[in-house]
């Protein structure tokens, strides 16, 4: 069985977002410098920084 279409970094780059953001870490601490890493990880960042309505 092909287990390949498992294998995507870009999930475990933008749970790293995530995490950072929850963590209180700026923007500007992105550590990726590829650009499709760069924008997952900021993808994970911003949906995170989103405001939240909890009614």
């Known amino acids: ?3 390949r ?3 995507n970094p ?5 749970a790293a977002g995530v995490a950072a953001a929850q963590k209180g ?6 550590p990726y410098r ?3 890493m ?3 990880w900021l993808k994970g960042f911003a949906q ?3 405001l939240t309505l909890r009614l």
């Open 1 to 3: 069985m092909d287990r």
């Open 5 to 7: 279409h498992l294998n």
């Open 10 to 14: 870009h999930r475990a780059v933008e």
């Open 25 to 30: 870490l700026r923007v500007w601490d992105c």
């Open 34 to 36: 590829h650009p499709a």
């Open 38 to 40: 760069k924008a997952s």
């Open 48 to 50: 995170e920084q989103q």
